[in-house]
């Protein structure tokens, strides 16, 4: 008698064959036997969507596969649609088709999940569809299972990580003295960047993964995160010697915590030692961390961008039995989760340009702000100061000051060991 039994067939269509959907088809066809011994499953690709169906594909695929017709790719014999497009049209009307016809979707489109996600998750749930999306947040790295499944009842109080790849490999490379020109293009070529590469660079990609793991932690509907947001333009060059001047390195921290009335999101350049967790986090590597009432800090760190990692994270999801849809906070008519400004004190790096030589104008401009200061240097022209904690708007009040002297300031956080 035999003891095989059939694998389960899961016929697959896929929107996108950039990046990440041809390192999907790619991984499909290296790893699908062992998928398919390991878990009893088959993936079958039967259509995918694309621009251009003459441009080359850097993956093993029949052209008659695919289709520039979204009608078309929407009628395709499918159990489960993966979407690896990006931007919001026409993701967002394949996903509402998708999961209103009760079929599996698995997206890697931040943009989508932070913009609809809550909406996509109430539809999901009136039909019964999977909606998955492991590799919006983090690339390779599991953090979307973890805090929608394993962390789910650890009582998680903040959710903080480097959340962007393109940024982070900017910052490693500039802070070794690359050309700050050299790094993004370095980056683009990896396949690390968005189409659109303003997305990494403004903090605007870290933002919309920011509002999706509050929403995981916390149950805030992400389309009302209000995250308070300075990605690592215009001079990520001077970031770093700033950092520099104060023994540490510039890293772009998203992070998610709990505050009186509600949850506070951020995403802007920190300053860290270089042997932190996030220091040590090189090139387009992610790390988070989740500090929870029940089960201490669980760190998490990994490949955070790029085809292969990303297109392992969608797998994991396509083959996954389909987890419990998340839902915003509490009952349907319990009062919502609220985004509160972030009201803790820090402490900041400070920099200006074209200080006169005694630097009393920009020291006293923060005194008049309140804000008192640990240590300073000046270094040619340029004048850096460590402040002692103080909240958010005195320093935002200071840097206004400091603007309207002429000083061009750059404002970084300092954390220090975090
Ligand atoms: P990409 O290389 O630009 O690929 C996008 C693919 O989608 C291309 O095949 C493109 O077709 C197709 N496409 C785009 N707009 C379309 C439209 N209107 N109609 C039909 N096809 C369309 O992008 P990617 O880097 O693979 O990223 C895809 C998604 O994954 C994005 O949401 C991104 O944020 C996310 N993501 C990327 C990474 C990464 O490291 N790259 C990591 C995690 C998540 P053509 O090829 O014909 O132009
Ligand atoms: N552009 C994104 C990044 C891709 O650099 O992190 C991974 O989401």
């Not at 520039?68 to 009307?93: H, K, W």
């Not at 909240?391 to 935002?396: D, K, L, T, V």
Request: a neutral charge.
């Amino acid at each position: 008698m035999s003891t095989t039994t059939e694998p389960r067939v899961i016929r697959v269509a896929l929107a996108g064959c950039g990046v990440v959907g041809a390192a999907l088809v790619r991984l499909l066809r290296d790893e699908g036997p062992r998928i398919e011994a390991v878990h009893g499953v088959r993936l079958e690709v039967t259509r995918i969507l694309v621009r251009d169906v003459e441009r080359p594909r850097p993956a093993p695929l029949r052209h008659s596969l695919l289709t520039a017709d979204v009608d078309a790719f929407l009628a395709a014999d499918a159990d489960l649609v993966v979407e690896a497009m990006g931007g919001l049209d026409p993701a967002l009307r394949i996903a509402r088709a998708t999961l209103a016809a009760g079929r599996r979707f698995v997206t890697a489109n931040k943009a989508l999940v932070a913009a609809h996600g809550a909406e996509l998750a109430a539809i999901a749930r009136r039909t019964g569809a999977g909606f998955d999306f492991e590799a919006a947040v983090g690339g390779g790295v599991p953090v979307v299972r973890a805090l929608r499944e394993a962390l789910a009842g650890a009582g998680v109080r903040a959710v903080r990580g480097i959340l962007n790849g393109t940024s982070n490999f900017i910052l490693t490379r500039v802070s070794e003295g690359m050309t700050y020109d050299a790094a993004l293009a370095d980056a683009q070529r990896a396949g690390f960047a968005e189409a659109d590469p303003s997305r990494d660079l403004d903090g605007r990609d870290a933002a919309d993964k920011a509002a999706i793991l509050a929403w995981l932690a916390f149950g805030l509907d992400p389309a009302r995160a209000q995250v308070e947001r300075r990605g690592i333009l215009p001079d990520p060059d001077r970031l770093a010697r700033d950092a520099a001047a104060f023994g540490g390195v510039p890293r772009l921290i998203a992070e998610c915590v709990e505050r009186p009335g509600g949850i506070a999101v951020v995403v802007e350049p920190v300053v860290v030692t270089r042997d932190s967790l996030f220091g040590a986090t090189r090139d387009e590597e992610n790390a988070i961390v989740v500090e929870t009432r029940w089960n201490g800090r669980i760190r998490l760190a990994g490949p955070g961008a790029g085809g292969p990692p990303t297109a392992s994270a969608l797998l994991g999801d396509m083959i996954h039995p389909a987890p419990r849809v998340p839902a915003c906070g509490g009952p349907e008519d319990s009062a919502p989760v609220l985004a509160v400004p972030d009201d803790r004190s820090h402490r900041w790096i400070v920099s200006v340009l074209g200080e006169s030589p005694d630097s009393a104008d920009s020291r006293g401009i923060l005194a008049a702000a309140g804000i008192g200061i640990d240590e300073w240097h000046r270094g040619g022209r340029e004048l850096r100061i460590r402040t002692a904690p103080c909240p958010r708007e005195a320093i935002a009040r200071a840097v206004a000051g400091l603007e309207a002297a002429g000083g061009k300031p750059r404002l970084a956080r300092y954390e220090g060991t975090c």
